[in-house]
T-cell receptor
Framework: AQTVTQSQPEMSVQEAETVTLSCTYD???????LFWYKQPPSRQMILVIR??????QNATENRFSVNFQKAAKSFSLKISDSQLGDAAMYFC??????????FGAGTRLTVKP | EPEVTQTPSHQVTQMGQEVILRCVPI?????FYWYRQILGQKVEFLVS????????KSEIFDDQFSVERPDGSNFTLKIRSTKLEDSAMYFC???????????FGSGTRLTVV
């Protein structure tokens, strides 16, 4: 069974600084997809960034980027120039075709002004 | 931007009653999902639906639960004989294809009293 582990239940960052959220996963598949979702206090799940496992290049979306290490099964999220609106729960998720998306336990990010 | 719409946003029901949670997925999406999140816990997969039938379900999705796509736009989750432990946030999601990121609705908060 595939599992997703987020080892940091809580993280804190100063506004305008950079923070990295960790995620590891366990799989025997070679072709899969990885995601980071943001869940603000409204509890809506918002897709932040997506990575295909067959792509070596790390995905980026504005201030958000990932460090995808396929051999290490690691998928960390870097948030640059952190803003107050970045405060939320962040979930790492794994998906292989013909299966369901599986989520980690989440990391609560606090942004200090 | 297209949205997944869920109604109601909050439902309170008495233990033992039946509830129907409603979702309108994005119109050109073909895959539909229900997830739940008990307060403070991880997001858990319930069921996926494709081509008018269940494609996968988790161990949580027992005979108490059912899904239906009664017309071309709605996707419903029915919970029969609700229990206190069914209290959770229920998220509907949809995707164009299996490997795509899911678009989540804003959730229905179900409270069983």
């Amino acid at each position: 069974a595939q599992t997703v582990t987020q080892s940091q239940p809580e993280m804190s960052v100063q506004e305008a600084e950079t923070v990295t959220l960790s995620c590891t996963y366990d799989t025997s598949e070679s072709d899969y997809y990885l995601f980071w979702y943001k869940q603000p206090p409204s509890r809506q799940m918002i897709l932040v960034i997506r990575q295909e496992a067959y792509k070596q290049q790390n995905a980026t979306e504005n201030r958000f980027s990932v460090n995808f290490q396929k051999a290490a099964k690691s998928f960390s999220l870097k948030i640059s120039d952190s803003q107050l609106g970045d405060a939320a729960m962040y979930f790492c998720a794994y998906l292989v075709r013909s299966d369901d998306m599986r989520f980690g336990a989440g990391t609560r990010l606090t942004v200090k002004p | 931007e297209p949205e997944v719409t869920q109604t109601p946003s909050h439902q309170v029901t008495q233990m033992g009653q039946e509830v129907i949670l409603r979702c309108v997925p994005i119109s050109n999406h073909l895959y539909f999902y229900w997830y739940r999140q008990i307060l403070g816990q991880k997001v858990e997969f319930l069921v996926s639906f494709y081509n008018n039938e269940i494609s996968e379900k988790s161990e949580i999705f027992d005979d108490q639960f059912s899904v239906e796509r009664p017309d071309g736009s709605n996707f419903t989750l029915k919970i029969r004989s609700t229990k206190l432990e069914d209290s959770a946030m229920y998220f509907c999601a949809s995707s164009v294809w299996e490997g795509d990121g899911y678009t989540f609705g804003s959730g229905t908060r179900l409270t069983v009293v």
